[in-house]
């Protein structure tokens, strides 16, 4: 069983920063892949950025040039770095993390931008 736990969610002026965490615990494979998703108020749940243990970072056209993921492979955990914040980036921001096709989510860290 695998658990993660996000951190790092608040609430921010348009153009901040934020710095979002997710630990994973339990069994993880050496080859998985984590990401990021986030869900707006009324819409579904989309890809912000992924991240293979080895291989091509994936972002989302909106993540592109603003946002940076990046992964501690030693201590299981995936952060993304997010500046120049947006209203429409106003969302919960789950943890996702994919193993051997098995998926897994974390409970989600509100993120809120003020205009």
């Known amino acids: 069983q695998v658990q993660l736990v996000e951190s790092g969610g608040g609430l921010v002026q348009a153009g901040g920063s934020l710095r979002l965490s997710c630990a994973a615990s339990?069994?993880?494979?050496?080859?998985?892949?984590m990401g990021w998703y986030r869900q707006a108020p009324g819409q579904q749940r989309e890809l912000v950025a992924r991240i293979p243990s080895m291989g091509r970072i994936n972002y989302a056209d909106s993540a592109k040039g603003r946002f940076t993921i990046s992964r501690d492979n030693a201590k299981n955990t995936v952060y993304l770095q997010m500046t120049s914040l947006r209203p429409d980036d106003t969302g919960v921001y789950y943890c996702?993390?994919?193993?051997?096709?098995?998926?897994?989510w974390g409970q989600g860290t509100q993120v809120t931008v003020s205009s």
């Open positions: 339990g069994t993880i494979f050496v080859f998985t892949t």
């Open positions: 996702n993390l994919d193993q051997s096709g098995r998926i897994y």
